[in-house]
């Protein structure tokens, strides 16, 4: 049933995908994160900012007198 539903590819290669996973959890982690950092960034609409002084949609508040009374 799992050949049905997974074909033959998966019943190969999962048990070693899972053994990998379970050594290094952190590199896996560590690689999706990249992966979704990187799709972020490539697929982010670009409708906000100006583009003068754009920090990536970044807000860092305040009104722009760089401090003082």
Do not use: H, N
Not at 2 to 14: A, I, M, S, V
Not at 46 to 58: E, H, M
């Amino acid at each position: 049933m799992q050949e049905l539903l997974f074909g033959p590819l998966l019943l190969t290669w999962g048990p070693q995908i899972i053994g990998y996973v379970w050594q290094y959890p952190w590199r896996v982690f560590a690689a999706v994160l990249v992966f979704v950092l990187l799709m972020d960034l490539m697929f982010r609409k670009r409708s906000r900012g100006s583009g003068d002084g754009d920090f990536g949609g970044l807000d860092f508040g305040g009104d722009g007198d760089c401090g003082g009374d």
